[in-house]
């Protein structure tokens, strides 16, 4: 006897191979939504939002692509995660882990539809990952103790970064202010104090990496312009009338004469605030909320700089950088840590004017200025920039280094086929199969670039044959080339954890044998 | 039916408005329950053991889960049946009682009612039937306790204890990284036992989850770990010996529940009112650092000046941490809790040898790690992985692991896995059967052949021939005498589950019986289902 109804209305199940089916068709059509942008010679992608304007994003960023994907398949949102991860941790190959991910499955449907287990698939995946891993450990070149090499190092991964980037006309230049901006961090992380402020005008050419610290606000009307060894105030309060903030508290008066007097004693409340802050003995004030015209006015007349409204990131950084305090209470003006920097003054950046900070306290800051031709160039510029960054900022902490260029594939594939070889039963299958995943990475970059895939990857694995071999594809020329020669180098880690996280997401999705969908909550007509 | 006639021939209405209600009667409302329970044992029967499949769940707001734990399936699947509901609260309740063996529970539930069905089919009263069960569940009680083992291990000798846990993790996704695993569920656990009393209480382990990093960067924290970060950006990262002060209080001014006001009428009450409040946020932060607090945890926000009063005056804080949290920091640090700042004294502060933020990726992510406290006791267990889903799951596993390792100081017997125990029970339940007169027999050499379906489904998940294996595996433990042959779901080359070091905890097997007859017997009971028709 069937049962009619287990689940609730519009719950739907999927079992066995039709939901394998389901899940290898929905990570598969992900991975090549997103393989035509892999490599130097990879296409943008045009992501138009459903929100208010319709506004338009071109990218080729695999996590920013994936995340403005509407997706309702199970299986497709597992890779949109992975994305997403390799982008908080490492910042990039977000697109080459969903990529691979992609490979491995596709390579896995064929398994199955040969009949053999999806946990035969797994268990041979696993011991290829290690293996492939292993055999990339061994390759991997560090450089850490030569200075010297070390930013060589540096600036040649940043190039192949930004290759696959917008900026690639540009790449030196950018590669050179990234790399600048990282060393500057001095091995830490913290890509805070990496400014960077888009500019529409110009071009890609003009923009620039300023030691100072840039603030994208106006100067109060009457205050002087440029200030020599300031003093800094960095607060965050209220400048307005002080509400009373005991509760229930209110005014109550009883003749016109009364409101004038509390209002007066308002006036001169602000008067004694103002004056306090200006006995810090300061000569700039900068303050995240609103300053109001009294108060603004007040601070011209004593010759103080006062910069309101400067949002949340901007006092973090002003502070961190002029290494003074957040200030929210002025009664102590003798223990408060004033910033201090060499010079302000109000800059000239195509039409608009900002404040431009120099000679801070902490060296470790600085701000990248980009200039572009449109907001959406600058957009793109912005992320391809911070994928530069973020990628230098790991290789400082972890600095192995591997060739690139479809390099690094075609070892781990070498290994990973030695092993297949020598692993008896089935797994060896799967073994293989992942090798082939792997080549699947040079054959797509080559594809991109229009290139004859087929002869060229035939060529690289000939060439990988010989011991040491450090051929890859030249998409530039168009000919397997030595990547030491020609330049191109990326970071062990991001290599690493694309191949972790796209083995483990490929598992995830092959353990599956079953979906359910529960019914999707009713959202409330609001009209 | 529904319909009855008074003395006077007037009919009245027993069941309202029936037309718009079904209603399924006798064998066959007993055929349609039996129906729905198999199909919900049917959806798990796949996720069983160490090769067990997987299941994808979308949950109404889209969001994915990917699991094979049977308690977490059953409980996102959104299921309507009423039946099939009682199957989801037997796994829960194995689940809050047990904590593993969620999915066996309801295979074998599934495999008692599809036995019954064929008894029902050849007309034996479902009461004896379930009569025939309860005889047979006692039976195969009492052969568990007769089979166990006991388990030798202590504090120092925590070996035995990991290869359990590496067991109940081995039939989860996260079995790249089980003995890891293992180890810190152990750990954890002993951390937080009382050996004496043989107890542990699991509220005292704290799961946190962060996403990236890898699994293996999981790690065991004797502390505590809270996603939050210091008040102000430029506080202090590291404090070291820090007396800590736990407040619920917020650090604003008083807000009294009475309905009041004040009113403010001359330059000089505004003045003073202004003064008052000064004083006040001085006060509070006085009062902290008077009784020598180094570091402030407080349940609600801080207004911006109060924040920066802290800052001034050196004391580092942390805001919006929330009540489990709290108390948590309060156990580790051997603080207590204080709701008004005017009951701060140095005994309430808590102690930690070592609280430092630690940044995360190239986000902006900060956790808040509390070390070195004055009571060890609570420890966390701090997860890191490729994914959500993957941290969610790794922490249903842990949960598993958890709960094993803590049964076993509860009651060190165990049984041996891979459904040796389900089949040792089977052939002495058979051979109990036959002592038994009456329609009873029919029902307990049923519970017999149902007790087959866990190993039964174990190997034809591990791809072996079900029934070629299970034959087999039965033939050997009856000519060796010699329960502890499973199903080889490895492909290790053994079937003895010794060797393997595959097992389980006693009262888990015997609490998944228990269970399993309840459900079953309350299902068979049923003979009338009225259930409101669609419209």
């Known amino acids: 006897m069937a049962v009619e109804r287990l689940f609730k209305d519009e719950a739907t199940e999927e079992k066995g191979e039709r939901a394998r089916m389901a899940s290898f068709v929905g990570a598969v059509a992900i991975a090549d939504l997103v393989k035509t942008t892999l490599g130097p010679k990879g296409m943008d992608k045009i992501l138009q939002s459903t929100g208010r304007g319709h506004s338009v994003t071109v990218t080729n960023d695999g996590a920013t692509i994936l995340k403005s994907l509407h997706i309702d398949n199970a299986a497709a949102k597992v890779l949109v995660d992975i994305s997403k991860v390799q982008d908080d941790e490492v910042g990039d190959g977000t697109t080459s882990v969903v990529v691979l991910a992609g490979e491995l499955l596709r390579e896995a449907e064929k398994l199955v539809n040969a009949k053999i287990h999806p946990m035969t698939i797994i268990s041979g995946y696993r011991m290829a990952a290690e293996c492939a891993r292993n055999a990339l450990l061994e390759k991997v070149v560090d450089n850490k103790l030569d200075a010297e090499k070390f930013k060589t190092d540096l600036m040649k991964i940043a190039m192949t970064t930004l290759s696959s980037k917008i900026l690639s006309q540009d790449k030196e230049h950018f590669a050179k202010l990234a790399v600048d901006a990282v060393m500057r961090l001095k091995g830490s992380t913290n890509l805070e104090s990496i400014q960077i402020i888009k500019k529409p005008g110009g071009s890609l050419k003009d923009s620039f990496l300023d030691e100072g610290f840039i603030l994208d606000k106006k100067i109060g009307v009457g205050q002087p312009k440029r200030i020599e060894n300031a003093k800094i105030l960095v607060a965050n309060t209220a400048m307005d009338t002080d509400k009373v903030k005991i509760y229930g508290a209110r005014v109550r008066v009883d003749s016109m004469a009364k409101v004038a007097e509390i209002e007066v004693a308002e006036k001169e409340k602000m008067r004694e605030k103002v004056q306090k802050i200006i006995n810090h003995g300061i000569n700039c004030f900068v303050n995240r909320q609103l300053i109001y015209n009294f108060p603004e006015e007040l601070f011209a007349d004593a010759g103080v700089l006062a910069i309101e409204h400067a949002d949340f990131d901007g006092i973090e950084r002003l502070a961190l950088v002029t290494g003074g305090e957040i200030a929210s209470t002025f009664d102590n003006p003798e223990s408060v840590k004033l910033g201090h920097c060499k010079l302000i003054e109000e800059i000239m950046i195509g039409e608009d004017r900002l404040i431009h900070f120099s000679g801070v306290e902490m060296g470790q800051a600085c701000t990248i200025v980009l200039r572009g031709a449109s907001p959406h160039m600058l957009d793109e510029a912005e992320r391809s920039l911070h994928d530069a960054l973020c990628v230098l900022s790991q290789t400082v902490i972890d600095s192995r280094v591997l060739f690139g260029g479809g390099w690094p594939e075609m070892v781990m594939a070498k290994a990973v086929d030695e092993l297949a070889r020598k692993t008896p039963g089935k797994r060896s299958h799967a073994i293989e199969a992942f090798s082939r995943a792997l080549v699947a990475i040079p054959t797509i970059i080559a594809d991109n670039a229009g290139l004859d895939s087929a002869e060229l990857v035939a060529q690289l694995r000939a060439e990988h044959h010989k011991e040491e071999s450090n051929a890859g594809i030249d998409v530039i020329s168009g000919s397997v080339g030595d990547m030491a020669d020609l330049g191109i180098s990326e970071a062990f880690k991001v290599k690493q954890a694309v191949l972790l996280s796209a083995t483990e997401a490929a598992e995830m999705i092959l353990r599956v044998d079953e979906i359910i969908t529960c019914a999707p909550r009713r959202r409330e007509d609001r009209m | ?535």
């Open chain 2, 1 to 535: 039916m529904a319909l009855a006639f008074d003395e006077f021939g007037r009919p009245f209405i027993i069941l309202r408005e029936q037309e718009q209600k079904s209603r399924l009667r006798g064998l066959d409302a007993q055929k349609a329950n039996i129906a729905s329970g198999k199909a919900v044992s049917r959806i798990l029967q796949t996720s069983l053991g160490p090769k067990g499949m997987d299941k994808m769940l979308q949950s109404p707001d889209g969001d994915v889960t990917i699991t094979n734990d049977g308690a977490t399936i059953l409980e996102q699947m959104d299921v309507d049946n009423q039946i099939a509901k009682l199957m989801v609260e037997l796994s829960r309740s194995q689940d809050y009682e047990i904590g593993d063996g969620t999915t066996g529970v309801v295979v074998m539930a599934g495999a008692l009612l599809e036995h019954a069905e064929k008894l029902l089919e050849r007309g034996i009263h479902p009461i004896r039937i379930s009569e025939g069960y309860e005889t047979a569940s006692r039976i195969a009680f009492e052969h568990l306790e007769h089979i166990a083992h006991k388990f030798e291990f202590s504090a120092s000798d925590i070996e035995p204890l990991i290869q359990t846990c590496m067991t109940t993790l081995s039939s989860k996704i996260v079995n790249r990284c089980k003995r890891s695993l293992a180890e810190i569920a152990v750990k954890a656990v002993l951390a937080v036992a009382d050996l004496e009393r043989k107890d542990v209480n699991l509220d005292l382990i704290k799961v946190e989850g962060k996403v990236g990093g890898k699994l293996e960067d999981t790690e065991l924290i004797y502390g505590i770990v809270v996603d939050k970060d210091m008040s102000h950006p430029q506080m202090p990262k590291q404090i070291e010996d820090a007396k800590i002060a736990i407040l619920t209080c917020p650090f604003e001014p008083p807000k009294p529940k009475t309905k009041h006001k004040v009113d403010i009428d001359t330059v000089e009450k505004f003045q003073t009112l202004r003064q008052q409040e000064q004083k006040y946020f001085d006060d509070m932060v006085q009062k902290c650092k008077d009784v020598g607090a180094t570091l402030v945890i407080c349940q609600w926000g801080f207004d911006d000046e109060a924040n920066h009063l802290l800052m001034h005056r050196n004391l580092p804080a942390v805001r919006w941490v929330g009540g489990v949290e709290l108390e948590l920091i309060a156990i580790a640090t051997g603080g207590r809790i204080v709701p008004r700042f005017q009951e701060l004294t140095p005994e309430k502060l808590g102690r930690a040898g070592l609280v430092r933020e630690k940044a995360f990726g190239t986000t902006k992510d900060r956790m808040i790690y509390i070390e070195h406290c004055a009571n060890s006791r609570a420890v966390t267990i701090f997860i890191r992985g490729g994914n959500k889903m993957m941290i969610e799951e790794t922490k249903r596993s842990l949960h598993d692991a958890l709960c094993v390792a803590r049964n076993l100081i509860r009651n060190n017997s165990i049984v041996y896995g891979g459904g040796s125990a389900e089949i040792s029970c089977s052939i002495a339940v058979e051979a109990a059967a036959d002592k038994y007169p009456g329609v009873e027999q029919y029902a307990i050499r049923a519970f017999a052949d149902a007790l087959d379906a866990v190993p039964m489904a174990l190997a034809e998940n591990s791809g072996l021939q079900p029934i070629e294996t299970l034959s087999a595996v039965k033939s050997q433990q009856i000519k060796e005498n010699n329960s502890c042959f499973g199903i080889d779901c490895n492909d290790v080359g053994t079937n003895d589950m010794r060797e393997q070091n595959v097992f389980e905890t006693l009262i888990g097997k015997q609490q998944q019986l228990l269970l399993a007859t309840q459900v079953v017997k309350m299902i068979l009971k049923i003979d009338d289902v009225i259930s409101p028709s669609e419209y």
